[in-house]
């Protein structure tokens, strides 16, 4: 069974960095993507960053790119799980939202609120 555990989220100030953590399990290792995407009350859900395993290429949307990286730790192959993370710098308070991680195409994680006070 797919399980994401995401962390890491917390009030921080405009210009400050938090580093979010995804423990995902329950797939194959040496092949999965894990995206982060995130969304703020009244907006849709938006893509942030994805990492596939299998030729290491990352995606950034936009909004986020030179900010925040996308970063796998080395996987527990005895537990079956890897840990993504989101390292965010200069974040900014329109940045405020619940992210979540996604192993791709459907299993979702439950949320960890950020907030960016100005």
């Known amino acids: 069974e797919v399980q994401l555990q995401a962390s890491g989220g917390g009030l921080v100030q405009a210009g400050g960095s938090l580093k979010l953590s995804c423990a995902a399990s329950?797939?194959?290792?040496?092949?999965?993507?894990i995206g982060w995407f995130r969304q703020a009350p009244g907006k849709e859900r938006e893509g942030i960053s994805c990492v596939n395993s299998k030729d290491g290429k990352v995606y950034y949307g936009d909004s986020v790119k030179g900010r925040f990286t996308i970063s796998r730790d080395s996987r527990d192959n005895a537990k079956n799980t890897v840990t993504i993370y989101l390292q965010m710098n200069s974040l900014k308070p329109e940045d405020t939202s619940i992210y979540y991680c996604?192993?791709?195409?459907?299993?979702w994680g439950q949320g960890t609120l950020v907030t960016v006070s100005s």
């Open positions: 329950g797939f194959d290792l040496n092949d999965y993507s």
């Open positions: 996604l192993y791709y195409p459907n299993h």
